[in-house]
């Protein structure tokens, strides 16, 4: 089993800047598939990013393309997503998976472990 924590959340006004992790327990988790959703208020759990365990090869939703930024310490049984130049639409509760399995990264079904979230909220 993998458990995940999800830290860095809060509340940052439109072009500021945060940093998320998610830190990983159970197992090493740098070989599986990783990735970021989000949840905006009143709709469905949306990918944000991935990074494959393979090669690190990484994947954005296009909305969040040069803005966001997905990474790993593997040594740390970490990953981060750094957030730049925020936008009020980026206010979501953050997820961060993990998958044991090669499947479409941006589908919530390939992912097996969840965390249990951090707000982020972006303020005009």
């Known amino acids: 089993q993998v458990q995940l924590v999800e830290s860095g959340g809060g509340l940052v006004q439109a072009g500021g800047s945060l940093r998320l992790s998610c830190a990983a327990s159970g197992r090493t988790v740098s070989t599986y598939a990783r990735g970021w959703f989000r949840q905006p208020p009143g709709k469905e759990r949306e990918f944000v990013a991935a990074?494959?365990?393979?090669?690190?090869?990484?994947y954005y939703r296009d909305s969040v393309k040069g803005r966001f930024t997905i990474s790993t310490d593997n040594a740390k049984n970490t990953m981060y997503l750094q957030m730049n130049s925020l936008k009020p639409e980026d206010t979501a509760v953050y997820y961060c998976?993990?998958?044991?399995?090669?499947?479409?990264?941006?589908?919530?079904?390939?992912?097996?472990?969840w965390g249990l979230g951090t707000q982020v909220t972006v303020s005009s």
């Open positions: 990074i494959t365990g393979r090669d690190d090869t990484t």
């Open positions: 998976a993990v998958a044991r399995y090669i499947g479409p990264y941006d589908y919530k079904s390939t992912y097996d472990y």
